[in-house]
């Protein structure tokens, strides 16, 4: 058999990127990338992308900081002044989860350890159609940020920035993942808890309706389980 390409997949913990991460193992030699900025339940997706990551034994795994995120501020996650909303999706405002640029954040430092690797791809988890509304989570970014690679790296490096399940909704991306057996249990998407999932944040909100609209139980513990 011919010997796979590299590619980088970035892995938040969450359900997405975990989908992601199994559909870019079944064509690729994969390292895998995770960054942590000072948000709530960092601890919480450290330990979500380590196990992830030990379940498809990857053997190589960057966590790399973005700390001056949590130094600009301007979100939820990443400014204990402001409150995460909950209570449900408000699909006409992008919501206050929002971390400014995040997703070019998090693609140049994959861009910068593919030209490293040699590898040709990186894989994101960004979901469009049935998100929160995340304006770096659009196709077009994807594809502007695609030419700025271009221009920007050395002529041999031909990255490509894939992002599979960008339109998928959460209940589409559940039925993949139960296709690709991927370990839900393992992951994390909670924004708020650390133990049980709060059930109230947006991301819970999303990921619960995900499953119910999928026929499936989510695994991971929620407040008010039994």
Not at 38 to 61: C, M, S, V
Not at 84 to 102: L, M, Q, S, W
Not at 172 to 197: D, H
Not at 198 to 209: A, H
Request: with cysteine.
């Amino acid at each position: 058999m011919p010997k796979k390409q590299k590619a980088i997949c970035l892995v938040s913990g969450g359900m997405d990127s975990a989908v992601t991460l199994a559909i870019a193992l079944e064509k690729y030699d994969v390292a895998a990338m995770h960054a942590y900025y000072g948000q709530l339940t960092q601890d919480r997706e450290i330990k979500a992308f380590r196990d992830i990551t030990n379940h498809y034994g990857i053997n190589e795994t960057m966590a790399f900081s973005l700390s001056h995120l949590t130094q600009i501020g301007g979100s939820a996650l990443t400014d204990p002044d402001i409150d995460i909303h909950t209570g449900g999706i408000d699909k006409t405002r992008i919501p206050n989860t929002y971390v400014p640029f995040r997703n070019a954040h998090l693609l140049s430092a994959a861009v910068s350890w593919a030209e490293v690797l040699g590898a040709s791809a990186i894989f994101i988890g960004i979901v469009e159609e049935d998100s929160s509304g995340y304006p770096d989570c659009r196709e077009s970014f994807i594809e502007a940020f695609n030419k700025a690679v271009n221009e920007g790296t050395r002529p041999e490096t031909n990255l490509n920035i894939i992002a599979p399940v960008m339109h998928l909704t959460k209940a589409e991306i559940v039925r993949k993942g139960m296709e690709l057996n991927v370990p839900f249990e393992l992951t994390w998407s909670c924004y708020q808890n650390t133990e049980k999932a709060c059930g109230v944040c947006d991301s819970c909100i999303l990921r619960l309706k995900a499953f119910e609209d999928a026929g499936f139980d989510d695994p991971i513990p929620y407040e008010g389980d039994e």
